[in-house]
């Protein structure tokens, strides 16, 4: 049985699923060149520790973290530094890169292979392989892992979730991770609440990914966990952190805070399989599984890639683009962003990238506010998006501020059950925007 767990507000867009939920995970070749952006997380971005003629093996540090709010990078391939220099990268504008041309056979770094004993190792020990493994959330938000697990001594975390809800429509690459290696992903689980002295863990799936379900239920069963599957209501956003904490544990953070204070930490099921690959092997994050999803792409497919292969590449893997398609874009429709660049990379968040054709891809012209108040009932936060988007347009920022535009999480259902079809996120990104920049002059 279901737990019938949920949260206020919400929405229920076509799931799309069908179009690579059943297709097994595929390795994809070695690209000819990778581009490593020195910014792929949270934070401050990374500080390159290579140059230019440097040969370089897979798995090896090619980016120092800069500060403790950051992560290092590493290389994906066995090759020689071609250029350090600004690149397209998928959030937007030119980023400085690693640009690495792949050579010859490939080459491991010696420090990755298993440990059998892993789980032997100490809390300390266990935080700096997460650490220098470059783990960031896999998610899509790309907060570094290592910070998430050092709350400060108050806020204890009595309850650890992971985040297997995929709400995003199209998106299957987290299923597919849990249903082909949910034994990793749970030994993964397991070292989180040895590092959190955490007794009870939840893993949080939507009610359309049964047999996710059912393959950890079994795992769990066979291995003795105290660990428990919850299936939850399929409606979106259900795996964003204050939505999954209120429908798994009832909690509710509040306004301006985080997880930890009320006593939670979430953390996505493919983060989990990269710190058991970190702990246990000293493998760090230079891989992933990434969605090639919709109607724009001739083969969908969940393709295990390397980090900083240019998404072309992956769409000449997965047979490249269909005549009609319209719209390329990191992450899912919802939260996603458009791509101008097909240079671009795969990086530590990009958990999938869904190619809309022209049908799909049509947006209706925005017509004036008719004042009916979905996007209000909609709202997983319990904001007024009809206000907010009013006092943006009028650079009204400091009573947008008051009215709390900073707890929008820009999941888009506002714009999606809009029958104006206002554009409710850009105008709240570029309102949270102008609000930090007044706070940040003020301070």
Not at 85 to 92: A, N, S, V, Y
Not at 209 to 228: H, M, N, V, W, Y
Not at 239 to 265: F, H, N, S, W, Y
Not at 364 to 393: F, G, H, T, W, Y
């Amino acid at each position: 049985m279901f737990r019938r767990l949920s949260f206020k507000g919400g929405v229920h867009p076509p799931g799309k699923k069908e179009l690579a939920e059943k297709k097994a995970i595929e390795k994809m070749p070695v690209p000819p060149y990778i581009i490593i952006p020195v910014q792929q997380h949270i934070g401050a971005p990374g500080t390159p520790c290579v140059e230019p003629g440097q040969r370089v093996l897979t798995g090896q540090k090619v980016c120092d973290a800069k500060g403790f709010v950051s992560v290092p990078a590493h290389s994906s391939v066995t090759g020689v530094v071609k250029s350090i220099e600004p690149r397209p990268h998928p959030l937007g504008g030119n980023i400085l890169s690693i640009i690495i041309e792949t050579e010859g056979e490939e080459e491991l770094v010696p420090e990755i292979k298993l440990n059998e004993n892993y789980f032997d190792l100490s809390v300390s020990e266990m935080k700096k392989k997460i650490l220098e493994a470059g783990i960031a959330g896999m998610g899509g938000a790309a907060f570094p892992t290592h910070v998430k697990l050092s709350p400060p001594p108050p806020k204890k975390i009595d309850i650890l979730i992971l985040n297997g809800a995929e709400c995003e429509p199209y998106l299957t690459s987290d299923a597919r991770v849990m249903i082909e290696h949910g034994d990793e992903v749970l030994a993964g689980m397991r070292i989180l609440m040895k590092i959190l002295d955490c007794k009870q863990g939840y893993i949080a799936i939507e009610k359309n990914k049964p047999e996710a379900i059912k393959t950890l239920r079994k795992l769990i069963k066979q291995q003795g966990d105290s660990i428990s599957v919850i299936g939850l209501h399929v409606k979106y956003p259900q795996g964003a952190e204050k939505q999954l904490i209120k429908a798994v544990t009832d909690r509710k953070v509040p306004a301006g805070g985080l997880p930890m204070d009320v006593g939670c930490l979430v953390q996505n099921t493919g983060t989990a399989r990269a710190i058991y690959e970190a702990v246990a092997m000293n493998k760090p994050l230079y891989e992933r599984v990434v969605s090639v999803t919709g109607k724009g792409i001739r083969e969908p497919a969940n393709v295990l890639t390397r980090i900083g292969t240019p998404m072309a590449n992956l769409f000449e893997f997965c047979g490249g683009l269909t005549d009609d398609a319209a719209k390329v874009i990191n992450g899912g429709p919802m939260m996603g962003i458009a791509q101008a660049d097909l240079e671009a990379p795969i990086t530590k968040g990009t958990s999938g990238i869904v190619v809309l054709n022209r049908k799909d891809a049509s947006m209706p012209e925005s017509k004036p506010c008719i004042r009916c108040a979905r996007c209000v009932d909609s709202c997983p936060m319990n904001l007024m998006p009809n206000i907010l988007a009013q006092l943006v347009e009028h650079q009204k920022y400091e009573e947008a501020a008051e009215n709390n535009i900073l707890d929008c999480i820009e999941c888009g259902c506002c714009s999606y059950v809009c029958p104006s079809k206002i554009r409710h996120v850009h105008l709240f990104k570029y309102g949270k925007l102008k609000v930090n920049k007044m706070r940040k002059e003020a301070a």
